[in-house]
């Protein structure tokens, strides 16, 4: 069965710190697929990233960066110069297939609180 | 272009009751799949519309029902409340098997 830990219940950081957000992920599956996602107070999930399992190439999108190691199993997610804009929940979910019928598998959530 | 619509945002209902949420798909979107998250945890699959059929379904009783229209929209059904349903419900469209999902920002029920 597929699963997806974040260890991490809460985090506080201070404007401008470097955080970093940490993913691990069960699956018996060769193919897969991992994703970020960000919820707002508002609470829609905004999509941050997808990564293929074949994929293993760092990203970097503006501040953003992830870490994917599949020796490790882990899909780490880095904020660099954190804002009070980025306080929310993120999310770190896994699917078989990068695809809109497969559903996801989402982990407990990591609360970020940026403090000005 | 609209996104993910759900309705009402909010709702309070008591134990034993019925309730209905409702959800319309982004433009373009054919597929809609609903979540369940409760407080504090993350969001956890409750089952997938298709052309108008249930085509995937999580660990969720009987009493979680659904029904999708020809217009793609979707409503999600829960029998016999119980103080466990209390929770935010999302919504997901997306379109086909290239396709991502977008969500919707839910509906927060509460059972008394």
């Known amino acids: 069965a597929q699963k997806v830990t974040q260890a991490q219940t809460e985090i506080s950081v201070v404007e401008k710190e470097d955080v970093t957000l940490d993913c691990v992920y069960e699956t018996r599956d060769t193919t897969y697929y991992l994703f970020w996602y960000k919820q707002p107070p508002s609470g829609e999930l905004v999509f941050l990233i997808r990564r293929n399992s074949f994929d293993e190439q760092n990203e970097i999108s503006g501040r953003y960066s992830w870490n994917f190691q599949k020796s490790t199993s882990s899909f780490n997610f880095t904020i660099t110069a954190s804002q009070v804009v980025d306080s929310a929940v993120y999310f770190c979910?896994?699917?078989?297939?990068?695809?809109?019928?497969?559903?996801?598998?989402f982990g407990k959530g990591t609360r970020l609180s940026v403090i000005a | 272009d609209a996104g993910v619509t759900q309705s009402p945002t909010h709702l309070i209902k008591t134990r034993g009751q019925q309730v209905t949420l409702r959800c319309s798909p982004k433009s373009g979107h054919d597929t809609v799949s609903w979540y369940q998250q409760a407080l504090g945890q993350g969001p956890q699959f409750i089952f997938q519309?298709?052309?108008?059929?249930?085509?995937q379904r999580g660990n969720f009783p009987d009493r979680f029902s659904g029904h999708q229209f020809p217009n793609y929209s979707s409503e999600l059904n829960v029998n016999a409340l119980l103080l466990g349903d209390s929770a935010l419900y999302l919504c997901?469209?997306?379109?086909?098997?290239?396709?991502?999902?977008?969500f919707g920002s839910g509906t927060r029920l509460t059972v008394v």
């Open positions: 979910a896994l699917s078989e297939r990068n695809s809109g019928n497969t559903p996801l598998v």
């Open positions: 997901a469209s997306s379109s086909g098997p290239r396709g991502g999902y977008t």
């Open positions: 519309y298709y052309e108008e059929e249930e085509r």
